[in-house]
């Protein structure tokens, strides 16, 4: 083979392996299609909401001081790009589709164990099948991330709440726990 030949296998070779770190690391040029990563598994049966977000990339927001100090978070925040996936943590039943001012586009599906029961807020859009009374798997998209609501629009992320439900209570009930610990239960 020439010197020529050499160089140009060489920068194809540099190309492709440019092409498959992009990829890897989710950074795939626009236009280029990558299937979204599976939920990624935590303690109590959970899955991470966010599709290809670790468990050790969560922080613990539970707490932190909202709408200027007024009131505390009892939930976490997950950031992520505007569009990612939004999958269900658990298997449960859409119980409400809510317009919120401060969550905006919002979810709440009660768990198999009707004792429980997820929030998600800040959604950019819903799943075009999402209903309310519609039977969710773990694992399956049901929105994707955004900022709607009182969410700084810099700065997409899904609001995730579980919230602990007495018999018969209804969907804007219910204790919220703090999920960071059930999550990053089996980062350590």
Known sequence: MTRLGWMLLLGFALVI???AALVRHGRAPVGVRTP???PVAAAGGLVV????????QLADSWGDARGGGTR????IDIPAAKGTPVVAAAAGTVEKLFESKDGGH???IRRDDTSWQDYYAHLDTYTAD????VRIRQGQPIGTVG???????SAPHLH???QRMAPGEPWWKGSEINPFPILAHSAS
């Open 106 to 108: 919002t979810v709440y």
């Open 49 to 56: 909401p966010v599709a290809g977000v670790k468990i050790t």
């Open 17 to 19: 392996a440019i092409f």
């Open 72 to 75: 505390a978070h009892h939930a």
């Open 160 to 162: 995730y709440e579980i």
């Open 130 to 133: 999402l209903r309310e009374g």
């Open 36 to 38: 979204a990563p599976a």
């Open 147 to 153: 900022s709607s609501g009182d969410a700084d629009p």
